[in-house]
């Protein structure tokens, strides 16, 4: 869908267009953004360190909760650390294949350092110093793949990271207070992305007051994505994702950390 406008791509996202401004239909940024798909085929090609680097550093001139800035960004290069890497993730067989890895970690260890630094206390030891570095690091995340995809780069993000805490921490020397959000494959795209359609902004967009979304919106978003990506029914194949247990141990190795999660 390239050369299309900003409203004929929502539609093909959405179902649904608003009504977008005549001075933000041929947007670029803002086209990029809503062609975006998640890359899963990667070229030969490497992406150079100065690239990565530029890639972090517009990422971290993201916002962050109060200026705390508990978000840092761990690229990935030296081979045995890569390999060991992919190992671990293994069970999505297109990451081996990927050239780059990067990785987005909540950092709540700094701010507790620069209390001690000023000799005081921390009084906000309790899930909120948890969940304020995890949205950080969500919204660094966010921006470098907005930068890397404008940058004519794939990514994709993978979240099976954190179904090896433990081995993840001891290949990359995570201290306390530190760990994954997310990680990311990142490279040159062998193929272009597919657009996903998502639920209509009708369902996820409030106005003043929220609104739960009937099943029937929701069966209606399941037969225009099959019809769109001939997969089958979204909500079904969620629902039976959702339906077994996954990382049942996520908490306990957060208040390993040093996390208090009351």
Not at 30 to 49: E, H, I, K, P, Y
Not at 108 to 137: G, I, W
Not at 139 to 155: D, R, S, T
């Amino acid at each position: 869908m390239v050369g299309s406008r900003l409203s004929e791509l929502l539609t093909a996202r959405f179902g649904e267009a608003p009504g977008v401004p005549d001075g933000l239909e041929s947007h670029p940024f803002l086209t990029c953004l809503a062609a975006r798909g998640s890359c899963r085929a990667f070229t030969t090609d490497t992406v150079t360190d100065a690239t990565l680097e530029t890639l972090a550093a517009a990422a971290l001139c993201a916002p962050s909760k109060s200026d705390l800035q508990q978000r840092d960004i761990l690229i990935v290069s030296a081979p045995e650390q890569r390999g060991a890497l992919r190992d671990l993730l293994s069970a999505q067989a297109w990451i081996a294949d990927a050239p780059h890895f990067v990785i987005f970690l909540a950092n709540n260890r700094r701010q507790r350092q620069v209390q001690k630094m000023h000799e005081k206390p921390f009084p906000n030891d309790h899930l909120d110093a948890f969940f304020n570095a995890s949205v950080d690091a969500g919204i660094a995340l966010a921006l470098f793949m907005a930068a890397a995809e404008a940058a004519g780069l794939g990514c994709c993000p993978i979240s099976t990271i954190r179904n090896h805490l433990a081995p993840v921490r001891d290949l990359f020397s995570l201290p306390d207070h530190v760990f994954p959000v997310a990680g990311m494959a990142i490279g040159y795209p062998a193929d272009t992305a597919r657009m996903s359609p998502r639920l209509p902004l009708s369902a996820t967009v409030h106005n003043d007051r929220f609104s739960d979304c009937s099943d029937e919106v929701i069966q209606d978003y399941d037969a225009r994505r099959s019809a769109a990506t001939g997969g089958p029914a979204w909500s079904r194949t969620r629902a039976e994702m959702y339906a077994e247990q996954q990382r049942g141990d996520f908490g306990g190795f957060i208040r390993g950390i040093g996390f208090k999660t009351d």
